[in-house]
């Protein structure tokens, strides 16, 4: 065989027949990828497993130990069942097997082993119908035979037993066992990291930590492994990020330089003035739009901060050199919004003179043509529109600043896309959504992040309360009339559904961890739109108010015609799913009641309670649920209840998800090559790492001192590995 390395085929190893499942189950592909398919968790040859609480109808991993073993006759057919029971001190749990005399002889009492199968029940007792198993070690030679000692026996019952993720046709032996041929035949493993390193901050050496992770003798070597890999998944992270931000500030970009006539005269016409924190942020933007190299920006901040005004005057910067700039928001509603209030705040002159456009995918063909050939020929500065900026036929003459709203909702690719339709223009992303420290130096590392915290000042606030619907009905019948007494004077109100129509989810309307269940006992019909506006509309209570609908399935004229009734007053209360979530301006707005809130994340409800308090009312959010006291859907209403600093509550979120997707499924469509790193738990290493990384790309750029680690880093560039990394 072939010298065998990280890289190397699994098949070449193991053969083809061992390496198509585990590429089928887990994509793995290589050895270095069957190497990092790693432990969940370990138990030992002496420990057994709980299984008085196993989760019925789930697929389960248990070490146990053999208590008896039958067989009986069957009842209407011919055959016998065999059927074994095995403990773990706590519970006991049925084996059964229909027609294989054999197990008889294998599952002899006082036998321990990895049992794998999936929990049913069987007159009251649990069961696992024909379950795979693995049996430690042959009868004659376990511990406990007349020839091994006492302290041998000790030794083999404390040595810990990995255990692996599986599926029903790979159990966790089949991958130890795979696992184990890959490191027998493994040549030496040349370490990336620098000697000095690995020194210095007490890191294993490579090849050492994968052995002891996949094969430990004892608990303190899977612990040493695991920090060790653990610590070069971050450094490995944070030393990508780090270079892409270095080479992307040695590419040239067109300056654009700052102030100019259109920015002066705007900012004359403001009403207000910019907070401390506009300022600040403007004043970097402007700086690095006019160095000559492209910026890449994240600006966040608290809903209704004004970052949407900070990134209209970067826009203003870039047209004052002749040069455009695309806006681009990931719904209609959302666009639309932006395109209306930027001719608002531009005016009647600015507007003629800088002419922004709106292009969306279901804007009649006339007035898209008209678009498109605005923005080709550069009499549009500003273009604001949808995923239909990014296809083939949008065309810039100098696309010079592209701003992503909400850009959490764009896939890398995408954002890529809409690049490479400048030179090397200058990108500004913006995030309603604050996001943790962590989380920022892990999924934005390569971007300079600027923060918003300061609201313009004269804003009312905006009061929060859970309304328990199960245990305060009062509570519940008193959102209505509370909703009825804003209407009748003069005021308007947002209700937000999870669901369109009975059964038919929002996109987006539901936590990752909604669909395991949020503690609200037997399932119920969702609140959704339809429903919900017919429900309105019948009470004599809401008689004479304008009620109308908006959700995703509506079509864009008609989403424009019922957000514009609403912006105007015409409509007075609003149903709607998520669509409303980012970006909506009605300064009328004071209440936003929200059904079924446990079927929203922490940062959406903090967005969707964003949408009123704007004007000179204060805001009234009420947060309906029937999750239970104690689940963590209802510790998230309750968070969001207890406090308004969108900062805080990105903390709040980041423990209670733990990761889930707090780093955003759409970063990437690849699967995260983070094994070990938790941003909920290791942000400590992750500053440390970046500050490691920081110091050897300082002394050197290239990493000629570490060409294995410069290798690597050019090799997932190459591949757009770099975005999978960021998700955990």
Known sequence: MALVTLDTALAEVVGARTAKPMEKSFDVRTVGDMLWHLPRRYSRRGELTPLNDLPFG???????QVLNIGAREMKNRRGKIVEARITDGTGTLTLTFFNQAFRQHELLPGRRGIFTGKVSEYRGHLQLQHPNYELFDNRDDAPGAAQLDEAAAKAWSETPVPIYPATAQVPSWTVQKTVELV?????????PLPAELLRAEGIMPLQRA???VHRPQREADWHAAQDSLRFREAFDLQLALLDRRRRAAQEQSTPRPAGGESLARFDAALPFDLTGDQRLAGARIAA?????HPMHQLLQGEVGSGKTLVALRAMLQVAGSGGQSALLAPTEVLASQHFRSITEALGPELSAELNPILLTGRMPAAERKRALLAIAAGAAHIAVGTHALLGDAVTFADLGLIVVDEQHRFGVEQRETLRRK?????????????????????????????????LPPGRKGIETFAVPELEMPNRAARVWARAVEDLHAGRQVYVVCPAIAAGELEAGSEPPEAAAGSGTGPQRPLANVEDTVAELRARADFAGIEIAGLHGGLSGPEKDRIMSGFAAGEIRLLVATTVIEVGVNVPNASIMIVRDADRFGISQLHQLRGRVGRGEHAGLCLLMTTAEQGSTARARIDAVADTSDGFELAEVDLELRREGNILGTEQSGGRSTLRLLR???????????????????ERDPELRTAPELAAILAAREAAGDLENLAKS
């Open 210 to 212: 994968l052995e002891l």
């Open 679 to 697: 941003v909920a738990e290791h942000g400590e290493l992750i500053v440390h790492t970046r500050e490691l990384a920081a110091a050897l790309l």
């Open 58 to 64: 789930e697929q389960i991993t248990v070490v146990a």
């Open 422 to 454: 400048g030179s090397q223009p200058h990108v500004l992303a913006m995030t309603a959504t604050p996001i943790p420290r962590t989380v920022a130096l892990t999924a934005f590392g390569d971007l300079e992040v600027t923060t918003i915290r300061e």
């Open 288 to 292: 690095d739009l006019a160095a000559p």
């Open 183 to 191: 490191l027998d035949a493994l040549a030496p493993v040349p370490d």
